[in-house]
Nanobody, 113 residues
């Protein structure tokens, strides 16, 4: 079972950018990988996913601001986040939509002035 380790979070001002990385413990060549987030007091939600052949989906709340990409050779899925808003503040995780591995620790993203 592939496990994921998230990194790249931090504190950023509104309008700023961050790039998150998700490193997999094994091959991701044939799987869908998604980025999720969980804000304080809210349920975890899927914000973006990318299939093995590059088909991408975004939640409407991030479409046009976030970009997901993958490098199968490096076993990494990235999330470029631009035009960040305070509402994007959350712990961000990656996992396999519908076929979850154990959740990692995530990476904290805080958008605040």
């Amino acid at each position: 079972q592939v496990q994921f380790v998230e990194s790249g979070g931090g504190l950023v001002q509104p309008g700023g950018s961050l790039r998150l990385s998700c490193a997999a413990s094994g091959s991701i060549n044939n799987i869908v990988v998604g980025w999720y987030r969980q804000a304080p007091g809210k349920q975890r939600e899927l914000v973006a996913q990318i299939s093995w052949n590059g088909v991408i989906w975004y939640d409407s709340s991030v479409r046009g601001r976030f970009a997901i990409s993958r490098d199968n050779a490096k076993k990494v899925v990235n999330l470029q986040m631009n035009s960040l808003e305070p509402e994007d503040t959350a712990v961000y995780y990656c996992n396999r939509p519908g076929k979850y591995s154990s959740w990692g620790q995530g990476t904290q993203v805080t958008v605040s002035s």
